[in-house]
C-alpha cells in the first residue's frame, strides 16, 4: 500500500500554529499518513495534532523535519513523487487521474507553503499543481487534492482506537464515548 504524506513548508511559531495545526487535522481526517513539517519546530502544533489523535483514532504521525530540500530529494531517491500545491502550476482538473494512478503504484508527497515558497522546491517537485490558478489557502489546497485523490471516499472512513466518535444525525449531537 503506497503512502501519502504531507509537507507543510515554512512554519513560522509566531503566526501559523493555527493553520499548520489545521493542516495536519485536515490530513488527518482525509486521508494522508503523515505529516512533516519544516520551519520552526513546534511543539504545540505537534501536542494539538497528537491529542486529537489519541482522542479521535487512527495513527496519523506529525513530525518537524529541518530541510525541505533534503527531505524531497530522499523521498525522490527512494523512489516517491512530490506534488507541489501552487497557484502557478497546473490544474487539478488536468492532473486528478494521474496523481490517482501515481497513488497505486508510488508513495506521493503533497507540498504546500505557508509565506513564499522557493524556486528551488518547485524544480525540485515532480508536478506543480493548482486548484486553481487564484491564491487562496494552503488547508484548501490540501483538502481539494486530498478529496480528488480519494474520490469522497475518505469522507467515510473510520479510525482505529478511537475513544470518541459521532453517531451521524439529521439533528442534535450524538458522540459515543469508548471508556479504557
Ligand atoms: C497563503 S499561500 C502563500 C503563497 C506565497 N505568496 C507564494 O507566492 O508562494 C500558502 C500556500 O497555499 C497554497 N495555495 C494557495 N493558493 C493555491 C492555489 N490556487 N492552488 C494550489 N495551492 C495554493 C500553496 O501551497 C501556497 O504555498
Known amino acids: 500500500m503506497s503512502r501519502l504524506v504531507v509537507l507543510r513548508l515554512g512554519h513560522r511559531s509566531t503566526r501559523d500554529k493555527r493553520v499548520t495545526t489545521h493542516c495536519g487535522l485536515v490530513g488527518r481526517a482525509f486521508g494522508a499518513d503523515s505529516m512533516y ?23 496519523f504521525k506529525v513530525e518537524w523535519k529541518q530541510d525541505p530540500l533534503q527531505f524531497i530529494n530522499k523521498w525522490k531517491r527512494e523512489g516517491g513523487v512530490c506534488v507541489h500545491c ?20 508510488k508513495d506521493i508527497a503533497i507540498i504546500i507553503g505557508a509565506s513564499k515558497v522557493p ?60 471508556e479504557e
Open 37 to 59: 513539517y519544516f520551519g520552526d519546530k513546534d511543539e504545540t502544533v505537534e501536542n494539538s495534532i497528537k491529542k486529537v489523535v489519541e482522542n479521535w483514532g487512527g495513527d
Open 86 to 105: 501552487t497557484m502557478y502550476g497546473v490544474n487539478i482538473n488536468k492532473m486528478q487521474g494521474e496523481l490517482r494512478r501515481m497513488l497505486s503504484k
Open 119 to 178: 524556486l528551488d522546491i518547485y524544480k525540485a517537485s515532480d508536478y506543480n499543481i493548482a486548484v486553481g490558478n487564484q491564491p487562496h489557502s494552503e488547508i484548501a489546497a490540501l483538502a481539494i487534492v486530498l478529496d480528488r485523490i480519494f474520490k469522497g471516499k475518505e469522507l467515510v472512513a473510520t479510525f482505529k482506537d478511537a475513544k470518541i466518535k459521532i453517531i451521524p444525525k439529521k439533528e442534535g449531537k450524538e458522540v459515543s464515548r469508548i
